[in-house]
């Protein structure tokens, strides 16, 4: 049988041969790649809050706790440990950072059911009630950036100071009479037919290609990026997988972003080839009573790992502004 995969990893077998005469692929040897180990987060303490359906949601809480709490919400098929260079960053600036795995990826259970945006939002409201924060700036990622809105939109009051959306899913990303500009259903079931498939192969063409923007000409590329996404990627679990691509690509966050009256901060690359700027953060500023755009010319969706540093500072300014 063929597997017809999403025409934005049809290049995948380019940037391969060309990322292995830059790193050497082939010295990983008969014994399999390296990247294939099991691997632990040594520099962080990890714990659990459990939901009232039994699911155990991983998260870190590092720094001081009478410091200016951050937490930072991941996309999809990741984990908390994609905010690596954030964590750090702000770690050494004094700050209280939170990052957790959402249900179904990373180390949090995983789920057969409740993998849609209701669900992950009441998760973080469990999480933040069970750590009591006030006041907290909430950052998210791709689909942690519709997490973040989907939140903070239904918050209990006090909880939320700011909010950060990058690259990310709002308003709706699936084409749709009210969406005219999004992207074709067909996409997003090539993606699901994909990790069917070989969900192992599909999470190293994604970082491999469009995700980074390693598909670009004259691309920085780093393996050492490209298999820490499939760590991740692998570590959580299949079917939450599956149904994470219907709430990334299908929900409607209009409504969300509207009630949405805290200091939000939109970011996003104009080079985003897995969630198009032209359809999401423009309109999500406009959108948000209280919205701040800023756009970085010819960045990747995954610029804040590539442009960690620009990202960073950007973050920052706006948190202590």
Same mark, same amino acid.
């Given at each position: 049988?063929?597997?017809?995969?999403?025409?934005?990893?049809?290049?995948?077998?380019?940037?391969?041969?060309?990322?292995?005469?830059?790193?050497?692929?082939?010295?990983?040897?008969?014994?399999?790649?390296?990247?294939?180990?099991?691997?632990?987060?040594?520099?962080?303490?990890?714990?659990?809050?459990?939901?009232?359906?039994?699911?155990?949601?991983?998260?870190?809480?590092?720094?001081?706790?009478?410091?200016?709490?951050?937490?930072?919400?991941?996309?999809?098929?990741?984990?908390?440990?994609?905010?690596?260079?954030?964590?750090?960053?702000?770690?050494?600036?004094?700050?209280?950072?939170? *990052?957790? @795995?959402?249900? $179904?990826?990373?180390?949090?259970?995983?789920?057969?059911? %409740?993998? &849609?945006?209701?669900? !992950?939002? =009441?998760?973080?409201?469990?999480?933040?009630? *069970?750590? @009591?924060?006030? $006041?907290?700036?909430?950052?998210?990622?791709?689909?942690? %950036?519709? &997490?973040?809105?989907? !939140?903070? =939109?239904?918050?209990?009051?006090?909880?939320?100071?700011?909010?950060?959306?990058?690259?990310?899913?709002?308003?709706?990303?699936?084409?749709?009479?009210?969406?005219?500009?999004?992207?074709?259903?067909?996409?997003?079931?090539?993606?699901?037919?994909?990790?069917?498939?070989?969900?192992?192969?599909?999470?190293?063409?994604?970082?491999?290609?469009?995700?980074?923007?390693?598909?670009?000409?004259?691309?920085?590329?780093?393996?050492?990026?490209?298999?820490?996404?499939?760590?991740?990627?692998?570590?959580?679990?299949?079917?939450?997988?599956?149904?994470?691509?219907?709430?990334?690509?299908?929900?409607?966050?209009?409504?969300?972003?509207?009630?949405?009256?805290?200091?939000?901060?939109?970011?996003?690359?104009?080079?985003?080839?897995?969630?198009?700027?032209?359809?999401?953060?423009?309109?999500?500023?406009?959108?948000?009573?209280?919205?701040?755009?800023?756009?970085?010319?010819?960045?990747?969706?995954?610029?804040?790992?590539?442009?960690?540093?620009?990202?960073?500072?950007?973050?920052?300014?706006?948190?202590?502004?």
């Amino acid at each position: 049988m063929t597997t017809h995969l999403p025409d934005f990893l049809a290049t995948r077998r380019d940037v391969l041969a060309a990322a292995a005469s830059v790193t050497g692929l082939a010295a990983l040897g008969a014994s399999g790649p390296a990247f294939a180990q099991p691997t632990t987060s040594g520099d962080s303490k990890m714990d659990t809050v459990t939901t009232k359906d039994g699911v155990k949601i991983h998260y870190k809480d590092l720094g001081p706790k009478n410091a200016q709490a951050l937490v930072f919400h991941h996309g999809w098929p990741l984990s908390s440990d994609d905010w690596d260079a954030q964590v750090m960053f702000f770690l050494l600036k004094g700050y209280r950072v939170i *990052a957790h @795995d959402r249900r $179904g990826h990373g180390r949090s259970t995983q789920t057969f059911d %409740g993998n &849609e945006m209701d669900t !992950y939002a =009441a998760d973080v409201a469990a999480l933040t009630d *069970a750590l @009591d924060l006030k $006041g907290a700036v909430h950052i998210g990622h791709s689909t942690g %950036g519709g &997490e973040v809105v989907h !939140y903070v =939109a239904r918050a209990k009051p006090g909880r939320v100071s700011k909010a950060v959306i990058i690259g990310a899913v709002p308003p709706v990303m699936v084409k749709k009479p009210s969406n005219p500009g999004g992207t074709p259903i067909e996409m997003f079931d090539g993606l699901r037919a994909a990790l069917v498939a070989n969900r192992s192969q599909l999470f190293l063409d994604l970082p491999t290609g469009p995700f980074y923007g390693f598909n670009r000409p004259g691309a920085k590329i780093s393996q050492a990026t490209i298999y820490n996404w499939w760590r991740q990627g692998m570590a959580g679990g299949a079917k939450a997988h599956y149904d994470c691509i219907k709430a990334f690509s299908e929900t409607d966050f209009t409504e969300d972003l509207k009630a949405i009256t805290v200091p939000t901060l939109v970011m996003h690359g104009t080079d985003d080839q897995i969630v198009p700027i032209a359809d999401s953060a423009p309109l999500s500023a406009k959108l948000l009573k209280n919205g701040t755009l800023k756009t970085y010319e010819g960045l990747p969706h995954g610029m804040a790992t590539t442009h960690a540093d620009v990202i960073n500072a950007d973050l920052l300014a706006f948190i202590k502004a």
